[in-house]
């Protein structure tokens, strides 16, 4: 019988406690988009990946691109924002 570390889609799982703050600073960037001016957030889904987030899905203007990116960067304990954001 063989045996390998478990992956999934080639990365390591991650373990719960190690990452217990990935839902708070989900939902502080959530809020953060929802409740600026300057950015209709409801196209947007917003992922941690330890203190880094991950923007994504469909805006109106380049314009709310720029500034979700701004208002995620701004929230406490947001390390870098990597903004994958489309104008649609």
Known sequence: MVSKPATFF???PEIEIEN???AT?????????????????????VTAEGDAI????IVA???????A?????????????????LVG
Do not use: M, Y
């Open 10 to 12: 080639g990365k390591e």
């Open 20 to 22: 217990k703050n990935h």
């Open 54 to 57: 991950v923007l994504s899905g």
């Open 69 to 85: 990116a701004e208002v995620a960067q701004a929230v406490a304990g947001v390390a870098s924002v990597t903004n994958q954001i």
């Open 25 to 45: 600073l989900e939902l502080s960037v959530a809020d953060a988009l929802a409740t600026s001016g300057g950015v209709d957030a409801s196209d947007v889904h």
């Open 61 to 67: 203007t380049p314009a709310e691109v720029d500034r």
